[in-house]
Each structure stands twice: as C-alpha cells, then as structure tokens.
C-alpha cells in the first residue's frame, strides 16, 4: 500500500504531506515496509520506459554472451 492518497484520521491531511506526529509516523512506517515505494511516484510512461531499458539491457548481455 501507498501513502500517497491516504488521509490522516487525526488531521484530515493526506498522510504524503506528514502534517501532524500521526502522519509522519505513519509516512515512515509505510516507507519502511515497502523497499519499492519509489515505483508509486513514477507514472505509467516512466514506467513503460523503465522495463524497456531493462529489457534491452538484457538483451544486450544476452547478445554479448552468446
């Protein structure tokens, strides 16, 4: 899950924004149980571009190894 449209029962802020000590404790819990929540801020055409530069990588070693 993604803190970044999640609202804050205690503010009413979204949680992304860390208003109050409930938001910024819950940012840094999701943050660290989540090793990927870097992918959620991308968007679908970032996303796109990304598995093709790796896809060609792989490509390229696998050309270069055989």
């Known amino acids: 899950m993604t803190y970044d449209r999640l609202v804050c ?4 802020a979204p949680v992304s924004e ?3 000590p409930v938001c910024r404790a819950n940012r840094e819990r999701l ?3 989540n ?4 992918l ?3 968007t679908p055409p970032q996303l796109i571009a990304l ?3 790796l896809v ?6 696998a050309h270069q190894t055989a």
Do not use: I, T, Y
């Open 35 to 38: 090793p990927f929540s870097w």
């Open 18 to 20: 860390g208003r109050c």
């Open 9 to 12: 029962a205690n503010c009413a």
């Open 40 to 42: 959620s801020g991308l």
């Open 51 to 53: 598995l093709v530069v």
């Open 31 to 33: 943050q660290q149980e």
């Open 56 to 61: 060609a990588a792989l490509v390229l070693v």
